[in-house]
Nanobody
Framework: QVQLVESGGGLIQAGGSLRLSCAASGRTLSRYAVGWFRQAPGKEREFVAATGASGRSNFYAYFAEGRFTISRDNAKNLVYLQMNRLSPEDTAVYYC??????????????WGQGTQVTVSS
């Protein structure tokens, strides 16, 4: 059984930074692309960033480019999302998900339960 668990969320002031982690059990993350998504209250879930299995191919949503960095530690079976210069508009539940392939194809199979990020002004 595959389980993804996000952590690292919390309450932070605007301009601050957080690093989210995505841990997996029942799946070796190094074999799959992984994506981060977020869902704000009253809004649809949206793509944030994704990384290929090797970590060499990374993709970002326009709002994440230059502020967020996705990375992975395959030895620890973890994927991270470093978020800098946070603003209240970044307030959302953040989810990680594994793609069905090692390349980023946006065909996500397993999802975590999410971690809340709240940015105060």
């Amino acid at each position: 059984q595959v389980q993804l668990v996000e952590s690292g969320g919390g309450l932070i002031q605007a301009g601050g930074s957080l690093r989210l982690s995505c841990a997996a059990s029942g799946r070796t993350l190094s074999r799959y692309a992984v994506g981060w998504f977020r869902q704000a209250p009253g809004k649809e879930r949206e793509f944030v960033a994704a990384t290929g299995a090797s970590g060499r191919s990374n993709f970002y949503a326009y709002f994440a480019e230059g502020r967020f960095t996705i990375s992975r530690d395959n030895a620890k079976n973890l994927v991270y999302l470093q978020m800098n210069r946070l603003s209240p508009e970044d307030t959302a539940v953040y989810y990680c998900a594994t793609d069905r392939s090692e390349s980023v194809r946006h065909d996500y199979e397993y999802w975590g339960q999410g971690t809340q990020v709240t940015v105060s002004s």
